[in-house]
């Protein structure tokens, strides 16, 4: 070939054009490429376009000689394409498993919560499991209840000073003051008893836990919705022994035999004589804090003997049948229990409150 032939300098064109190739690492930047390196715009498409130029008897040889270096400059950038597209493919798929990878992680990392029961339901359980092994049978009675059974046949009448120690909701029904919210499960009494008069025996031996509503500011030891538990045992020859021996006993099979409890007098108008039953504060055990008001003792409910007006009121003759009758808070219960500060914590749905129990 000689020096002045277009193509005397095509070993180191072809050199340089694959050098230039073997340079690039990146798919992108080759596929823009390829017109210039071996497409319409390459050096060799130009090259291809002199050979018209060369002598007619020299013309086939450099032909051939053209054709060998496009196909080494060629076959260099195909091997290239398929490396570099290998590779990108590879790094796409990365990415890919990497995304799954990050959601199958998470997965594992999100702790898996399985829900129970709550502090006051599973409390609920426990105290009727007490009294299920003391012999009683667990009833249930409405929640939304008449102003007869929420308060005058536990001998309370309208207008009655005792109501105010009930802020009551009521429900409108269109008479006013006739239909409420119970304010405590003592209602729940007068519907066994009734039902016990129905049938021709007036014993009762049954607790009957349930949500009781009051117009009661929230604070460390009152919700407006809460839980109390009624005790009630109707039969012949009930005391004041029995009501006590019954708390007493209750009180060591829940609380464990190192808290204390006292009954004190009280007034109930459906109870006669009536007492408060109070346990030691396991906040401060005994010695005084806010949840107690600094008294030491917490209340936990009412009790007494039944008042010779609400077994008349149900027909049950006072003089062959007597009984007691108890109402506890069962959020109350929780508290003591398990060392509540604040009742409110109850229902405020702090999950890692709440898990202390699970
Ligand atoms: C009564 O509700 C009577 N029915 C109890 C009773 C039953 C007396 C049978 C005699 C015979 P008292 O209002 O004191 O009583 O409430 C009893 C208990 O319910 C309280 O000691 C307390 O433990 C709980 N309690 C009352 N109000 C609330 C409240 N707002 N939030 C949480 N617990 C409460």
Redesign the pocket.
């Known amino acids: 070939m000689s020096d002045s032939s277009p193509l005397a300098n095509l070993d180191s064109q072809r050199d340089e054009l694959i050098r230039q190739i073997n340079e690039i690492s990146d798919f992108a930047v080759l596929r823009e490429q390829e017109p210039l390196l071996v497409g319409k715009r390459s050096l060799l498409t130009t090259l291809q376009r002199t050979l018209g130029q060369i002598a007619e008897n020299e013309r086939k040889e450099a032909g051939a000689l053209l054709q060998g270096a496009r196909r080494l400059v060629e076959d260099r950038f195909n091997e290239r394409f398929a490396e570099l597209e290998m590779v990108e493919r590879a790094a796409k798929l990365e990415a890919d498993r990497l995304d799954l990878g990050d959601v199958v992680v998470s997965a594992v990392r999100v702790p898996v919560t399985v829900g129970h029961p709550n502090l006051v339901a599973s409390t609920q359980r426990e105290l009727e499991d007490v009294f299920v092994g003391m012999g009683f049978s667990v009833a249930d009675g409405p929640e939304v209840e008449s102003d007869w059974y929420n308060f005058e046949a536990l001998n309370i009448p309208p207008a009655h000073p005792a109501r105010g120690?009930?802020d009551t909701f009521y429900v409108d029904l269109g008479e006013p003051e006739t239909v409420v919210l119970r304010?405590?499960?003592?209602p729940t009494?007068i519907h066994l008893m009734e039902a016990a008069v129905k049938l021709g025996d007036p014993r009762v031996h049954a607790v009957m836990p349930g949500r009781?509503f009051?117009r009661?500011t929230p604070d460390a030891?009152?919700?407006?919705a809460?839980h109390?538990i009624?005790g009630l045992v109707v039969d012949r020859g009930i005391t004041f022994a029995d009501l006590a021996g019954v708390i007493e006993t209750f009180t060591r099979a829940y609380f464990g035999p190192t808290i204390s409890s006292r009954l004190r007098p009280a007034f109930?108008p459906?109870?006669e004589p009536?007492a408060?039953f109070e346990i030691t504060c396991t906040i401060c055990q005994g010695d005084g804090c806010r949840t107690c008001s600094q008294t030491g003792w917490i209340?936990?409910?009412?009790?007494?003997m039944l008042d010779p007006a609400v077994l008349e009121a149900v027909g049950i003759d006072g003089s062959e049948w007597s009984g007691f009758?108890?109402?506890?808070?069962i959020?109350?219960c929780a508290q003591m229990r398990h060392q509540i500060a604040d009742?409110r914590a109850l229902i405020e749905n702090d999950a890692r409150f709440l898990r202390q129990f699970s």
């Open positions: 120690m009930w304010t405590h499960t003592s009494q009781c009051r009661d030891r009152h919700l407006a809460f109390q009624e109930f459906f109870t009536s408060e209340e936990l409910g009412g009790c007494g009758a108890f109402g506890f808070g959020d109350r009742m």
